[in-house]
T-cell receptor, first 112, second 113 residues
Framework: TQLLEQSPQFLSIQEGENLTVYCNSS?????LQWYRQEPGEGPVLLVT?????EVKKLKRLTFQFGDARKDSSLHITAAQPGDTGLYLC????????????FGTGTRLQVTL | KAGVTQTPRYLIKTRGQQVTLSCSPI?????VSWYQQTPGQGLQFLFE???????NKGNFPGRFSGRQFSNSRSEMNVSTLELGDSALYLC????????????FGQGTRLTVV
């Protein structure tokens, strides 16, 4: 069974601070996705990283896929209250492309 | 375009009953996946249907089943409900190819009492 552990589990910060969320596994994944889920809603895809060592930037969010494709990180610069939500990483494997293995989740709260 | 629609949004059932949840995917999407989300276990994959065939299956007991119709709409059924089946059930639709983006519905909140 492939498991994805996220840390920290909870994070409460003030607006303007930076933060990093980690997603670690002992298994290799073909690709990894990051989602954000808000209360009462389903997860929304933020990014997909495919190549080991890949770094993708989306405005204030920076995503990195580990060289060995077993881990990933999400860094948010100058967090805003709108960043509040549950952040989930999810691994995919070739051959079972629609089967997402989700991480344990990181609940982020950004206050004014 | 319209998003993924799940019905009903909320449901309360009694232990031992069965329940059917529905998911209408985005038009043109042929893959529908179902996930269970609980505070303790997080998001867990139940199964995926593609062109009316179950393509992938998670580690859930046989009480959990599903099907997909020719218009790609999908239903999942849970028989002999247990208290532990209380969860948010999420449906995701995608085109079905490798690395295609999955779009999630708002989910059905099932409470078993």
């Amino acid at each position: 069974t492939q498991l994805l552990e996220q840390s920290p589990q909870f994070l409460s910060i003030q607006e303007g601070e930076n933060l990093t969320v980690y997603c670690n596994s002992s298994s290799v994944f073909s690709s990894l996705q990051w989602y954000r889920q808000e209360p009462g809603e389903g997860p929304v895809l933020l990014v997909t990283v495919v190549t080991g060592g890949e770094v993708k930037k989306l405005k204030r969010l920076t995503f990195q896929f580990g060289d060995a494709r077993k881990d990933s990180s999400l860094h948010i610069t100058a967090a805003q209250p709108g960043d509040t939500g549950l952040y989930l990483c999810a691994g995919l494997n070739t051959g079972t492309a629609s089967k997402l293995t989700f991480g344990t989740g990181t609940r982020l709260q950004v206050t004014l | 375009k319209a998003g993924v629609t799940q019905t009903p949004r909320y449901l309360i059932k009694t232990r031992g009953q069965q329940v059917t949840l529905s998911c209408s995917p985005i038009s043109g999407h042929r893959s529908v996946s179902w996930y269970q989300q609980t505070p303790g276990q997080g998001l867990q994959f139940l199964f995926e249907y593609f062109s009316e065939t179950q393509r992938n299956k998670g580690n859930f007991p046989g009480r959990f089943s599903g099907r997909q119709f020719s218009n790609s709409r999908s239903e999942m059924n849970v028989s002999t409900l247990e208290l532990g089946d209380s969860a948010l059930y999420l449906c995701a639709s995608s085109l079905g190819g490798t690395l295609t983006e999955a779009f999630f519905g708002q989910g059905t909140r099932l409470t078993v009492v």
